[in-house]
């Protein structure tokens, strides 16, 4: 059974910085792409990063290029993504998605973990 | 950047069809894929490239997708299947290359 356990969420003043982890089992983790999905209090789906299964090709949204990076670690099948200079906007949830295939590109997200919860305020 | 649709809402009485649209210009030439999200709960795939279901998803969920519209198709709705579904696809040259729809309620009365 995947398994996907977020960790790493706080209350954080504007400005600082934080960083999420996901705890990937259940699955060859070194084969799969992997991502970050964020929905604001009561608001939809937003995709933040992802990063293919050997980390040669990483991609972010607009919204937080410069500020948020993905990285990854196929020795402790584990997932991060280190948030900088935050902001209110950057308030959600944060769900780690696995991706279907090893590509960072045209995924579809087949397994998510529980989210963990980052709010922004001062 | 591209940009999907949805009805914010759609009211279903229990056994009978609800369909879901995600609009977009030319969504026919892309892969859409399907979310269910239950109050507290993460996303699910429920319908991945336009039609395909994942294993554990009943069959009374199917999916199509042609032209401007795709359409998520719930047969013989169930109180089950009360929750928010969300459209995604995948698009290079947008700000963000993964776009989601707004989503959907769908309520069953």
């Known amino acids: 059974e995947v398994q996907l356990v977020e960790s790493g969420g706080d209350l954080v003043q504007p400005g600082r910085s934080l960083r999420l982890s996901c705890a990937a089992s259940?699955?060859?983790?070194?084969?799969?792409?992997m991502h970050w999905v964020r929905q604001g209090p009561g608001k939809g789906l937003e995709w933040v990063a992802g990063?293919?299964?050997?980390?040669?090709?990483?991609d972010y949204a607009d919204s937080v290029k410069g500020r948020f990076t993905i990285s990854r670690d196929n020795a402790k099948n584990s997932l991060y993504l280190q948030l900088s200079s935050l902001r209110a906007e950057d308030t959600a949830l944060y769900y780690c998605?696995?991706?279907?295939?090893?590509?960072?590109?045209?995924?579809?997200?087949?397994?998510w973990g529980q989210g963990t919860l980052v709010t922004v305020s001062s | 950047s591209y940009v999907l649709t949805q009805p914010p809402s759609v009211s279903v009485a229990p056994g009978e069809t609800a369909r879901i649209t995600c609009g977009g210009i030319?969504?026919?030439?892309?892969?859409v894929h399907w979310y269910q999200q239950k109050p507290g709960q993460a996303p699910l795939l429920v319908i991945f490239?336009?039609?395909d279901r994942p294993s554990g998803i009943p069959e009374r969920f199917s999916g199509s997708n042609s032209g401007n519209t795709a359409t998520l198709t719930i047969s013989r709705v169930e109180a089950g299947d009360e929750a928010d579904y969300f459209c995604?696809?995948?698009?290079?040259?947008?700000?963000?290359?993964?776009?989601f729809g707004p989503g959907t309620k769908v309520t069953v009365l």
């Open positions: 998605a696995k991706g279907h295939s090893g590509a960072c590109q045209r995924n579809y997200f087949d397994n």
């Open positions: 259940g699955f060859t983790y070194d084969d799969y792409a």
């Open positions: 990063v293919s299964w050997n980390s040669d090709y990483i």
């Open positions: 030319n969504i026919g030439d892309y892969s």
């Open positions: 490239y336009d039609t």
């Open positions: 995604q696809v995948w698009d290079s040259s947008s700000d963000h290359s993964y776009v």
